[in-house]
């Protein structure tokens, strides 16, 4: 029986839970895709997947321990061998996919379903961008398409340098808008760069004290709250959260301010089979470059966990399975 190496955790808890361990390799079902993963990201969504935080999480998981034991939401590899019934796709074909209750996919072979949530990669895009490419823009998606942008509107991101605020900063630059976007003083270009028209320093200056309304505030991050904000948005602005907010008010608040002139809107993502062609548009179209903050080898990936953790992470860190030189 052929083994490969996986990364590991039998039950939630911190990173140094998680194992790289020899385990049987998969083999592909009549309707499923054998892929070589060449690179993987370390997300927020893996963070919670590990750790079972917020508790809701054991919901889908697994309420006492996990049901899944590979780590893993997204991936770009290659095809190695497809199943009996599988037509659409070829061996050596590049792919990327995404699913954020788990896809073990931080190991060195997964078997999957091609049921939307695998595409081929661009040409354009290398392996380490389309594996940073997936989870910030799955959740961005839901900000900018859960509400009606126009142009000429003011819009505020706060977190615009985390995996989601990068790429919805990205995403609402398409519309004639003025954005304001939050950063530390290091990614002040960087934000600029990605199409902020004006930049408030965090480590400077508490956003929510500013005079300025705008229509939308898009809360990437999910560090401050509605009540923070409300002062902040115009006549029938609103309020949207990357997270359930203290006590899981934002999910209340979504009810109790439906009809009132601000509001909040709790940015429930999209299925993966709507967001995925729009991001792979994006990509082949050079309108979303992901970023990357740095890339660690599979050995180290425990590390990796612990900087995402900590909350620091510039765009998408990066776990590298294959040689990608």
């Known amino acids: 029986m052929q083994k490969m190496?996986?990364?590991?955790?039998?039950?939630?808890?911190?990173?140094?839970?998680?194992?790289?361990e020899?385990?049987?390799?998969?083999?592909?079902?009549?309707?499923?895709?054998?892929?070589r993963v060449y690179a993987t990201s370390v997300n927020r969504t893996d963070c919670a997947n590990l750790t079972a935080k917020p508790f809701i999480m054991r919901f889908v998981l697994g309420f006492l321990k996990p049901r899944k034991k590979i780590l893993g939401t997204d991936f770009a590899g290659q095809v190695e061998a497809i199943g009996k019934n599988i037509e659409a796709w070829s061996v050596n074909d590049r792919v990327f996919g995404f699913l954020d209750t788990?896809?073990?996919?931080?190991?060195?072979?997964?078997?999957?379903?091609?049921?939307?949530?695998?595409?081929?990669?661009?040409?354009?895009?290398?392996?380490k961008q389309a594996a940073a490419s997936l989870e910030g823009a799955h959740y961005a998606y839901?900000?900018?398409h859960k509400v009606d942008i126009q142009a000429g509107q003011r819009i505020l991101i706060n977190g615009a340098t985390g995996g989601i605020g990068s790429?919805?900063?990205?995403?609402?630059r398409q519309y004639d808008v003025e954005i304001t976007a939050t950063c530390n003083t290091k990614n002040k270009d960087l934000i600029q760069s990605l199409g902020a028209h004006r930049i408030i320093?965090?480590?400077?200056?508490?956003?929510?004290?500013?005079?300025?309304?705008?229509?939308?505030?898009?809360?990437a991050v999910g560090k401050s709250t509605f009540g923070k904000c409300k002062p902040l948005l115009k006549k029938h602005g609103v309020y949207i959260s990357s997270e359930l907010g203290p006590f899981a008010q934002n999910i209340f608040f979504a009810v109790f301010t439906s009809f009132s002139n601000r509001k909040v809107i709790f940015a429930?993502?999209?299925s993966i089979q709507k967001t995925l062609p729009y991001i792979h548009d994006l990509l082949k179209r050079g309108k979303y470059v992901p970023v990357i903050d740095r890339e660690y080898p599979f050995e180290d990936i425990s590390k990796a966990y612990e900087y995402v953790i900590a909350g620091k992470k510039t765009g998408s860190v990066i776990i590298k399975l294959q040689n990608l030189e």
């Open 5 to 20: 190496k996986a990364a590991v955790r039998k039950t939630y808890g911190p990173p140094r839970k998680i194992k790289i």
């Open 22 to 35: 020899e385990i049987e390799k998969p083999v592909p079902g009549d309707d499923e895709l054998l892929i």
């Open 102 to 127: 788990g896809l073990e996919s931080q190991a060195e072979f997964l078997a999957i379903k091609p049921d939307g949530s695998v595409l081929p990669i661009p040409e354009n895009i290398d392996y």
């Open 142 to 144: 839901a900000f900018v």
């Open 167 to 172: 790429a919805l900063l990205q995403l609402v």
């Open 201 to 219: 320093d965090y480590t400077k200056e508490d956003f929510t004290t500013g005079s300025k309304k705008y229509d939308y505030i898009f809360d």
């Open 268 to 270: 429930v993502p999209y």
